[in-house]
């Protein structure tokens, strides 16, 4: 747009609504091309972006290699030459950070250069028309963009909560072709096709009423012709298992997470990380629900957005703890379910044996003073992709079952229990006993109730299921 091209915008709203006699200078600049594995080597590395841009557009830049300077300069001079104000486009501004969560001291290094360099728009305001920045996290602007105060933050502003995904409409008008194909190749109807993909790919809001779909993932699903993880396979989060684990409190954040924020987007502050804040910035939470009263902050309720996430992110967080392959999750999964509908505890049991007996020892020697936070973290995951609602709060004043999951006219109910002190054999009676106690079952008693008890010990676990 600011270089003038009317061709690419033919057919878009702004096509007749912009002057496209005019152009301006443009600064672009993508991290993901930029390295970062040292705070050395990022400072030489914009350096050499800079002379390299400058080169380009025909400007002599002095010899000194003072990042802040020669940024400053190349925006002077870009203006000088052209007469015209300079247009500066920065994509994953924050990837020199984020990548490094698993070392602090380099993401605060890293963090120190991006904050000197960012700085330099603000004392060139006179010289620029246009700044805008994308990436996946929002930095409070003391972290790092202290000198930088004038931003307009566009996360959740209603002007733009359709700009990154595709709406319902958009999915069925522009993939009219590829939906229609793949029904008919697949001997299912357009409806229920439909129905499939939006609860593998559809749910991410940034306003709680508009939902978009994934669009990498809606490319390759055309592409391909088959249902799988794309987005999700197309970077594994390492870091936030690192987070999980760096300490108790984590693991107790990710089995009962806050569902809500009140007020603005959470700024992400990486040496005091909030877990909640991180699943929702790299998008393994969204925003579901906003309720706004006048004269008070808005408050924003946050889920999981979608199948493709849900199933993705628990078989990772599977494999990391017991040393499989994500792939070979999902189908062990499926043989559990059939074990629980069928009553089947020895190869029930034997399936989280095999869980538990992969573990590596390197992890078991991490978790010593974690125990049963850890053991229900690992458990949980797994009835999680196995289609249970794993509680997360107190549903009622007897408190809630760990686990439910409604298939048909079957309503599975699980207790999970873990002691170093109590036996397997007691632990799975007190389990059954208090779904029975505390009535877990009385909202299901017109459904086919199954009752699970599941007790664990370090390296021991064991299964009671009850028909009721």
């Not at 809001?205 to 592409?223: A, E, H, V």
Request: aromatic share 12%; proline share 3%; hydrophobic share 35%.
């Amino acid at each position: 747009m600011f270089k003038g091209n009317k061709n690419l915008f033919k057919g878009l709203y702004i096509y007749d609504k912009w002057n496209w006699d005019e152009n301006y200078p443009i600064i672009k600049l993508d991290f993901g091309e930029i390295s970062h594995d040292s705070s050395e080597n990022l400072k030489l590395s914009l350096i050499k972006f800079l002379k390299d841009t400058a080169i380009n557009e025909n400007i002599e830049l002095e010899d000194i290699d003072l990042l802040p300077d020669k940024f400053s300069e190349l925006i002077k001079k870009l203006h000088d030459k052209t007469g015209k104000k300079v247009v500066i486009l920065v994509d994953e501004y924050d990837k020199p950070i984020i990548k490094h969560l698993d070392n602090i001291s380099l993401a605060n290094q890293n963090r120190d250069i991006l904050s000197s360099f960012y700085q330099v728009l603000k004392g060139s305001d006179r010289y620029l028309r246009f700044v805008f920045l994308t990436g996946v996290s929002k930095f409070s602007k003391t972290s790092i963009f202290s000198e930088l105060n004038n931003l307009d933050d566009l996360t959740i502003d209603a002007s733009f909560s359709n700009i990154c995904g595709y709406t319902q409409e958009e999915l069925e008008n522009c993939f009219q072709h590829y939906i229609e194909e793949f029904s008919q190749d697949n001997n299912i109807s357009k409806e229920s096709l439909l129905e499939i993909i939006k609860t593998w790919y559809d749910g991410y809001s940034w306003d709680g009423s508009t939902s978009l779909y994934n669009p990498y993932s809606i490319l390759l699903l055309f592409k391909k012709k088959e249902f799988n993880n794309y987005w999700f396979d197309s970077g594994s989060p390492t870091f936030l298992v690192d987070i999980i684990m760096s300490n108790p409190h984590n693991i107790h954040t990710f089995l009962k997470p806050e569902t809500k924020i009140v007020g603005s987007f959470p700024s992400f502050d990486f040496e005091k990380i909030n877990l909640n804040t991180i699943l929702l910035q790299s998008g393994y939470l969204t925003i579901k629900d906003k309720k706004a009263v006048i004269g008070k902050l808005s408050e924003y309720l946050l889920d999981i957005p979608n199948k493709e996430v849900h199933d993705s992110f628990y078989s990772y967080l599977l494999s990391y703890f017991s040393n499989g392959s994500a792939e070979s999750i999902q189908p062990m999964t499926e043989d559990m379910l059939n074990y629980i509908i069928s009553g089947d505890e020895s190869n029930l049991t034997k399936s989280f044996e095999i869980l538990l007996n992969n573990i590596p020892s390197v992890l078991h020697a991490k978790i010593e003073d974690i125990n049963e936070a850890y053991y229900h973290l690992l458990f949980s995951s797994w009835l999680q992709i196995l289609g249970f609602d794993v509680s997360n709060e107190d549903r009622n004043l007897g408190g809630d079952a760990d686990s439910i999951l409604q298939i048909d006219d079957v309503v599975v109910i699980v207790e999970y229990k873990y002691s170093t002190k109590l036996s397997l054999d007691i632990m799975l009676k007190d389990g059954i006993n208090q779904i029975k106690k505390k009535g877990y079952y009385k909202s299901y008693q017109n459904k086919n109730l199954i009752f699970v008890s599941i007790a664990t010990k370090p390296r021991e676990v064991a299964c009671k299921i009850e028909k009721q």
